[in-house]
């Protein structure tokens, strides 16, 4: 029996060692640290560049590991109207809303890229949750004042 103790003990340490190392191989959360970095200083250059296409196609490596990124949705989707490409552009602000980060601006271009794509009541659905977020809003502005 306590020849099985260090021995238990030992498989334990190497299991602690090994066990966040398997999880993170499991969930697909291993760390990219490096080629996140060069994407990140790619799509900065490519912005400074005016590079519409470069920027897109940055961004979404970027959200591909990182895809809470709301803020690089919405630009994904902004660069893709510069585009003409309303379908990406849509997918895109649908992602940055789902996230809960999708600003004003960028829901009335989500409605203007379904308009542009012929999906009028889905146009008007956004334009709508816009007039009555602003109409709840005034509301709250005026009961606390």
Known sequence: ???TNPERKQILIQLSILLPFLAAVVLGIAPHSKSLHSILSTL???NRE???AEVINRAQD???IEPWRGEL???IGNHAVV???LE???RAYREAEQIGVLSYR??????DAYARTGKHNSALAVWQSLIETDIKTMGEDQRSS
């Open 50 to 52: 005016n590079n519409t």
């Open 73 to 75: 949705w919405e630009s």
């Open 44 to 46: 900065q250059i490519a």
């Open 106 to 111: 960028g829901f009335i271009n989500l409605g």
């Open 88 to 90: 990406t552009a849509i």
């Open 83 to 85: 585009a003409n490409d």
């Open 1 to 3: 029996m306590t020849n």
């Open 62 to 64: 970027v959200v591909s």
